[in-house]
């Protein structure tokens, strides 16, 4: 069954990855946005999985809800017909074991966030959701280990933890559910989809300002900056060679801008500095006419969202 709810990528890990290609990060924003990556990455991969179910279900990926006063974040929620399967998914890779209830890398005494605590926390709140909602089913969420090269040691058999050799066992299981859907199942759905914040109140972002960010085009591919072109009809990333019509790079050079820049007056100026000064003032206008709505005119032409 089609994924009721897909996955996008969170508008903070957009900014660090922009951010990390036009600055210096500082080595905490570093970490930052190495753990958001690989949490997406995880999710992507978790994603994948779940695309083949062809069981009745309802799949809504990453949600982000505040209710009682917190946050609920779910990084994927599976409805059936009923049991409601919140999944907390960790991309984790290395050796880890478990010791009285909590988790440490093999062979350090350094103590992990548990995941199991955070899967409490999200089931508890959901509970408390669905019942405002007016919705009664049982929960039962799982720890996702997604990685193949993760491995736990003394792995607890009483816990909701899959780990990347069950992957397949759990999808199996998702699959043989017996589960037939109604309207009060979509309706569970639509509403928790309306609750969602696309903007994470957990997020926090480095300083930055437009004079300091390093111009240039962003390659949708590699995520690098394209300093230079040779041919001025296409786009080609100069790290790995993707090509990119001069429109939709100069497209995809806006919606950076304005993410990073929100409430920014769009004008053929700014944009050739933003990309650059990469390819001609004419080419980059053309665009904007013909997918902004233009006001004013001459110098004092800028451009806003159709």
Not at 63 to 75: F, M, N, R
Not at 158 to 164: A, D, K, Q, T, V
Not at 178 to 200: E, F, M, R, V
Request: hydrophobic share 35%.
């Amino acid at each position: 069954m089609p994924t009721y709810k897909q996955r996008t990528k969170s508008k903070e890990l957009r900014v660090f990855r922009s951010l990390n290609a036009r600055m210096e990060l500082s080595s905490e924003d570093k970490k930052r946005y190495l753990y958001l990556e690989k949490g997406y990455q995880g999710e992507v991969l978790f994603d994948q999985l779940t695309s083949k179910l062809t069981n009745d279900l309802y799949i809504l990926n990453d949600l982000c809800i505040e209710t009682s006063s917190s946050t609920l974040q779910i990084d994927t929620l599976i409805i059936a017909q009923h049991t409601v399967f919140p999944y907390e998914i960790k991309n984790q890779e290395g050796d880890y074991r478990y010791e009285s209830g909590n988790f440490y890398p093999k062979l350090s005494k350094d103590e992990i966030k548990n995941p199991l605590h955070q899967l409490n926390r999200s089931k508890s709140l959901l509970r408390i959701l669905l019942k405002d909602l007016g919705f009664v089913l049982p929960i039962e969420g799982n720890v996702t280990f997604v990685n193949p090269n993760f491995t736990l040691y003394q792995a607890p058999l009483n816990e909701p933890i899959i780990l990347p050799t069950q992957l397949n066992s759990l999808m199996k299981k998702l699959n043989e559910l017996p589960s037939k859907l109604t309207n009060c199942h979509k309706l569970l759905a639509d509403q928790l989809i309306s609750l969602h914040q696309t903007d994470s109140p957990h997020s926090r972002f480095p300083p930055y300002s437009f004079d300091k960010l390093q111009k240039g085009y962003f390659c949708e591919k590699c995520d690098s900056l394209i300093l230079s072109v040779d041919d001025p009809r296409k786009i080609v990333c100069n790290t790995c060679g993707h090509e990119e019509t001069v429109e939709s790079a100069v497209l995809r050079s806006v919606e950076e801008l304005v993410l990073l820049f929100p409430g920014i007056k769009i004008t053929t100026n700014v944009v050739f500095e933003w990309c650059g000064g990469i390819g001609s003032k004419k080419a980059i206008r053309r665009v904007l006419l013909l997918n902004y709505r233009s006001i004013g005119f001459n110098k004092h032409r800028y451009f806003e969202k159709i």
